[in-house]
């Protein structure tokens, strides 16, 4: 079965850092675009940053730019999300996701999964 485990969530004050990790197994990893979404307390789920492959190009959003940094690791399946100089605001439950197209002939599959979340809370 296609799975995606995050980890690495908790409490932490302003300014601190965190650093998640998201566990893939059940699919072809390198095949994967992998992201990380968070949904903070009434507010819709946003993408956080996302990095492709094989090349690894990185995409993050205006709000976490700088802050944030995702990488991945083809040895160990594992997608990271370092967070750094965390803000109230950063405050969400976090989720890995995965995303592939398969461009066959003739036809056009697409194909994503969702790993469970992991709550992150920065507080005083």
């Known amino acids: 079965q296609v799975q995606l485990v995050e980890s690495g969530g908790g409490l932490v004050q302003p300014g601190g850092s965190l650093r998640l990790s998201c566990v893939a197994s059940g699919f072809t990893f390198s095949n994967y675009v992998m992201s990380w979404y968070r949904q903070g307390p009434g507010k819709e789920r946003e993408l956080v940053a996302s990095i492709t492959t094989p090349g690894g190009s990185t995409n993050y959003a205006d709000s976490v730019k700088g802050r944030f940094t995702i990488s991945r690791d083809y040895a160990k399946i594992t997608v990271y999300l370092q967070m750094n100089s965390l803000k109230p605001e950063d405050t969400a439950v976090y989720y890995c996701?995965?995303?592939?197209?398969?461009?066959?002939?003739?036809?056009?599959?697409?194909?994503?999964?969702w790993g469970q979340g992991t709550q992150v809370t920065v507080s005083s």
């Open positions: 996701h995965a995303a592939t197209t398969d461009y066959g002939w003739g036809y056009v599959k697409e194909y994503d999964y």
